[in-house]
């Protein structure tokens, strides 16, 4: 047993319940605390219900802990720049507030962080963690003053925090309707027999990653004791949306597509460098096409 006690702050979410298990598998002390309730509650993991707006609340669910993942954002990419206000005001003042909270506590801290977004259009790809990061959407402006915030704190702290700029991951428990996941959207619209919408002409590239491998390099870094505070967990290959729809026309030929107009908030390639991770611990992730063919054959259920 590891049993270090974990809580994972907006842990009934996408990554935050994947995680959760995984942690759980390694022999953590699981706590979720989220503002819903979990989708398909684990018995070894204890669910406490609670608004991460609320100070009293949110300090009362930290305290004492080894571990924290702070893995709960209310906007997305797709609205931010409608309700960048929310993302400023909320997301970044109250995830500032948690920081300075922690200054009394001993937990380290893993913000999850969007390494597809903090960095906007690069010319140097596959894209490094030294790279001067340049957002063209709110949502990842947000994740950057959050980050700079943090690095300021990581020096006051007793504790350790670490960044972890997640690519695009895919897989089970994914929703694309709450604003990302193509993967998820080709393959649950080709099931539900709707086409799918490509917001430009299919050949923006994203670099895409199993959740169980973001949820195993999340696990990692809390071992991690090193001088770094920044990785990108990813899958270091580019993969373009036309490949992904030809990937699961492979599978299931019933895949529809309709073209839309591109989206200015879409940077049109993201490939992230991930040697600093795999550096500190090696690991061989899931090929594309099987990761893809086991979320159709989980969905297909
Ligand atoms: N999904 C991705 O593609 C991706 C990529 C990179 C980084 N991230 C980041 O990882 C984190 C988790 O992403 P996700 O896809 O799992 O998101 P998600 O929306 O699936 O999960 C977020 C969880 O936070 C909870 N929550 C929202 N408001 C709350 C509140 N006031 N109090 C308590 N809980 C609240 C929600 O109920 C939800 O369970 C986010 O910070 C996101 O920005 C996501």
Redesign the pocket.
């Known amino acids: 047993m590891n049993g270090k006690d974990v809580l994972i ?9 994947a995680l959760g298990r995984h942690l759980a598998d390694r022999g953590f002390k699981v706590t979720s ?4 309730r979990p989708p398909f509650p684990d018995g070894r993991i204890e669910y406490v219900m ?4 609320d100070d009293n609340v949110l300090a009362a669910a930290i305290k004492g802990r080894d571990l924290i993942y ?5 906007v ?1 990419p797709g609205n931010s720049n409608e309700k960048y206000m929310m993302g400023y005001s909320r997301d970044f003042l109250q995830t500032v507030r948690l920081f300075d909270m922690l200054k009394a506590e001993d937990a380290k801290l893993i913000f ?6 903090v960095y906007g259009n690069q010319d140097v790809q596959p894209i490094r963690e030294t790279a001067t990061a340049r957002p063209i959407n709110h ?1 990842g402006n947000v ?1 950057l003053c959050i980050e700079n915030t943090l690095r300021v704190f990581d020096i006051q702290t007793k504790a350790k925090m670490i960044i972890a ?5 895919y897989g089970p ?3 694309h309707k ?1 604003g ?2 193509f993967i998820d959207a080709v393959i649950r619209n080709t099931l539900e027999g709707e086409p799918v919408e490509v917001w430009g002409d299919g050949q923006i590239v994203r670099d895409y990653i199993h959740i169980d491998d973001v949820c195993e390099m999340l696990a990692d870094l809390s071992e991690y004791e090193g001088e770094e505070t920044i990785f990108n967990l990813s899958s270091a290959e580019g993969t373009s949306q036309n490949r992904i729809i030809e990937i699961v026309k492979s599978i299931d030929p019933s895949v529809q597509c309709v073209y839309k107009p591109a989206r200015s908030v879409d940077v049109q390639k993201i490939i992230l460098d991930n040697s600093r991770f795999m550096s500190f611990r090696p690991r061989t992730l899931t090929d594309l096409e099987t990761g893809i063919k086991s979320v159709y054959d989980y969905h297909r259920g």
């Open positions: 702050i907006g842990g009934n979410g996408f990554i935050g319940s605390f989220d503002i819903a609670g608004d991460f707006f702070h893995a709960l954002s209310t997305n999850l962080s969007s390494g597809g977004t949502y994740k700029r997640i690519s695009n991951p428990g994914q929703d709450k990302v996941g």
